[in-house]
């Protein structure tokens, strides 16, 4: 049988040589473990991924215990944090995306980001920064639909944020801002 060169060495193995049944589950143990821990690093290497995603693509193929320790392993080597992870995330989607908390929120979720961090990403947004984000999306809808009838702009322009992932407050400050209205104009 074919085995990582890192386990002949730590066995003391020689071509030809008969194992024993009791040498044999360790080394087999091993070799899984080793196979994983590559096939997480190679995962990694590609993009950065919460320890749910990680579980979830070695399950396939390999038993708990060992996925238990990999993850071990990244966490000890810090390949993995959801933390770090979801603050990168965060950044993101403020900065360049330019998304609201709900939709930060769904992304953080579809990412395998446990809730409390979440939580604590999502709290660590700035108000200020968020309601900027929303204005600049309404201002370049609205250079797009401003010939058309004044609810139909406010109506885009709200499912738009609202896709977005702004909350109503935000939607509703940033239409009576741009448009010049109350919310009880229309």
Do not use: W
């Amino acid at each position: 049988m074919a085995i990582f060169t890192e386990l002949v060495y730590s066995f003391n193995l020689k071509k030809g040589m008969e194992i024993e049944e009791e040498v044999l589950k360790p080394l087999i143990k091993d070799e899984m473990y080793i196979k994983a821990k590559n096939k997480s690093l190679n995962i990694l290497s590609k993009a950065d991924q919460s320890e749910k995603k990680i579980r979830e693509k070695l399950s396939n193929e390999f038993e708990e215990d060992t996925i238990d320790k990999v993850i071990d392993f990244l966490k000890k080597n810090n390949f993995i944090n959801d933390d770090i992870l979801a603050q990168k995330i965060v950044n993101t989607n403020i900065n360049l995306n330019r998304c609201g908390r709900n939709k930060i929120k769904q992304n953080l979720y579809n990412k395998g980001i446990d809730k409390q961090s979440i939580n604590e990403a999502i709290n660590d947004i700035d108000e200020n920064a968020e309601f900027e984000n929303a204005i600049y999306l309404a201002q370049k809808r609205y250079n797009r639909i401003k010939n058309e009838d004044k609810r139909k702009i406010y109506q885009k322009i709200s499912q738009h944020l609202a896709y977005k992932g702004f909350n109503y407050d935000i939607i509703k400050r940033v239409l009576s801002k741009l448009l010049n209205t109350d919310e009880y104009d229309f």
